[in-house]
């Protein structure tokens, strides 16, 4: 988790007092800024219109026009006028804004959970390209991105309930495939165990059995557990999560155990660390399989920590085979 913070930090991190546009998603969608409802007009609407045309004509010529008439098509222009919610918009949990991003249709839904502090546009490339297969779901946890805070209490547990809130809501229905990375990781886990029907499959974007992992480190003097916790630039939202770092770190003390399909990439070249450090997490991750056998583990030496942005493809291949995997069990 700490070697999360950088890359959340670098310039084309934009933080939580911008508006962000999502130009690529406004095609034929509603068209506005996060949480505004703008919308353009549905099929319906544009039928209902095409109708008035027609019967109005396109001349300019003067008719004489039956009031009842045009007054009937205005209603029913009125009751076919739709408003689809916006992709990229702000859900209403505990009477706090969240910032969400909701793309595409079809089940499964992959539901992508970021890093330490980071927002939900670490995993936009990738995100766009599964909205092309099946809905997708992202957000910014709370504090964090556009985001307002919802509790400050930032345990996983605390942090699992309010995805689940969140979720219900706004009505992304289970089941989930849970793409983590880092920090999400715990998340991903602790969802899981708090609500097991929900969850078809996992892909864990460098991230598994981090309780040994960062231990390990620890023991090994390459990290010092003072490096745990906020620095002097965090934002009130990022203080929050980050004062639970250590105690998110070593919360689980059981092994990861499922029958669910999970893929596990690994960063294992020089970008994603020293040499020790790689080699200590190649070791730790390697047993992340012990209670789930069925793991694929795919190691890359061209991705740093964050293998969604520097080789997308590889994050995208493995949530098509998972999500291939789970519509193949659904119909057995």
């Known amino acids: ?38 919308c353009a007009p549905s099929p319906a609407t544009a039928h209902t219109s095409a109708l008035v045309a027609m019967w109005l ?44 991003l909701d793309r595409g249709t079809g089940e499964p839904t992959v539901v992508f959970l970021t890093g330490l502090i980071c927002p939900l546009e670490h995993f936009y490339t990738v995100q766009s390209q599964i909205s092309k297969e099946t809905r997708t779901f992202s957000y910014d946890r709370s504090g964090l991105g556009l985001s307002e805070i919802i509790d400050t209490v930032r345990t996983y547990d605390h942090v699992a309930n309010e995805l689940e809130k969140i979720l219900t809501s706004e009505g992304i229905k289970a089941p989930y495939v849970l793409v983590a990375h880092s920090y999400g990781g715990g998340l991903a886990r602790q969802y899981y165990k708090q609500f097991p029907d929900k969850v078809a499959g996992f892909v864990f974007v460098d991230c598994a ?63 994603a660390g020293s040499e020790e450090m790689i080699k200590t997490k190649v070791n730790t991750y390697r047993h992340f399989d012990k209670q789930a056998p069925q793991m694929k583990i795919i190691y890359t030496e061209h991705s740093g920590h964050h293998i969604q942005r520097d080789q997308p493809e590889l994050v995208v291949k493995s949530i098509k085979e998972i999500i291939d995997e789970v519509r193949q069990q659904s119909y057995r």
């Open 1 to 38: 988790m700490v070697h999360c913070r950088a890359r959340c930090r670098e310039k084309y991190y934009l933080s939580h007092k911008r508006t962000v546009v999502w130009d690529s998603l406004l095609v034929g969608r509603a068209s506005h800024s996060p949480g505004h409802l703008t």
């Open 57 to 100: 004509g396109t001349d300019t010529t003067p008719k004489k026009v039956d009031m009842k008439i045009v007054l009937t098509f205005t209603v029913l222009l009125l009751l076919t006028i739709g408003c689809e919610k916006p992709v990229d918009r702000f859900a209403t949990v505990d009477g706090k804004k969240v910032h969400i």
């Open 209 to 271: 059995n981090d309780e040994i992992f960062l231990d390990s480190l620890v023991q090994k003097r390459i990290i010092s557990l003072d490096s745990f916790g906020p620095d002097s630039i965090a934002t009130k939202g990022e203080a929050y999560e980050m004062n639970y770092e250590r105690e998110n770190i070593y919360w689980f003390k059981e092994d990861f155990k499922t029958e669910l399909p999970v893929h596990l990439l690994v960063a294992a070249g020089e970008r």
